[in-house]
């Protein structure tokens, strides 16, 4: 089964940016699509977006334009661009590949 680790999370005010990473173990990362999720406090967890082996990519509506989600299987690692950031993106962000899920990093937006 594939271990996903998230990074790349912390503390930014409105309008910057972050990049988060996925790095996930096993010689079958390549092979599926990876998903972003997000959680914030006192809601459910929402998805966000999903690239797929061929970078193929979806976005959450509300995120589209803002959040870019790319992959270098050469690393196995999944990154999420996240740019405009607003005060409503505070959550925990996971990323998930099949059944296996991270531990999630915190990213917080603070003005």
């Known amino acids: 089964q594939v271990q996903l680790v998230e990074s790349g999370g912390g503390l930014v005010q409105p309008g910057g940016s972050l990049r988060l990473s996925c790095a996930a173990s096993g010689s079958i990362f390549n092979l599926y699509a990876v998903n972003w999720y ?3 406090p ?25 959040l870019n989600t ?12 996240k ?25 917080t937006v603070y003005s």
């Open 38 to 40: 997000r959680q914030a």
């Open 42 to 66: 006192g809601k459910q967890r929402e998805w966000v977006a999903t690239i797929s082996p061929s970078r193929i990519t979806n976005y959450l509506d509300s995120v589209k334009g803002r």
């Open 70 to 81: 790319s992959r270098d299987n050469a690393k196995n690692t999944v990154y999420l661009q």
């Open 83 to 107: 740019n405009s950031l607003k005060p409503e993106d505070t959550a925990v962000y996971y990323c998930n590949q099949r059944v296996g899920w991270g531990q999630g990093t915190q990213v």
